[in-house]
Structures are given as structure tokens and as C-alpha cells.
């Protein structure tokens, strides 16, 4: 499709381009709104916490770091955890 909209077909080919990503992203939209609603109606009871993965590293004998890797934790933070655990030692 050509990126100048000149002329009234190509107006149209643009609004309804428009149109359709609004309706995608509303769609997107409502969806995460609607998982973001379950989630923050979870309770303690339904959403029970534990650990899933304790990582701890003594470094010299009088060092020690813990990374505590929850449940509920995502991916990212996980990751995130341990790249922060296992790094290098200041000190």
C-alpha cells in the first residue's frame, strides 16, 4: 500500500486501516483490564504463596547473599533475582 493517502479511495483505505487498529487495541485493552481485575480480586486463601526457588551464595566464608524466588514472581524478576545473587562482590 502506498504511503501517501491522496485522493478519497485512499482516504478510505486509511480511515479503515484506523478504525480497524483502534478496535485491536481496545480488544488488547480490555482484555488486560479484565485480567488485571482477576487478579486484584485474588485473596491471600486463593492465591497462596511459596517459594518456589532460595538461591544463596557464600562468598570468603563471611559474605552472603540470598535471592528468594517467590510464586507469584514473573519471569523477568526472576531472572532479574538471580542475575543480581550470582554477580560479582563488592567488598
Known amino acids: 500500500m502506498r504511503l501517501d493517502w491522496k485522493g478519497a479511495f485512499n482516504r478510505r483505505l486509511q480511515r479503515r486501516a484506523s478504525e480497524r487498529g483502534r478496535t485491536m487495541a481496545n480488544r488488547r485493552w480490555a482484555l488486560d483490564r479484565e485480567r488485571r481485575a482477576k487478579l486484584a480480586a485474588l485473596t491471600a486463601e486463593q492465591n497462596p504463596s511459596h517459594i518456589r526457588r532460595r538461591i544463596v551464595v557464600i562468598d570468603r ?18 531472572r532479574r533475582k538471580v542475575k543480581d545473587v550470582m554477580g560479582p562482590t563488592y567488598g
Request: proline share 0%; net charge negative; glycine share 0%.
Open 61 to 78: 566464608e563471611c559474605m552472603v547473599r540470598e535471592a528468594v524466588i517467590w510464586s507469584w514472581d514473573s519471569a523477568r524478576s526472576a
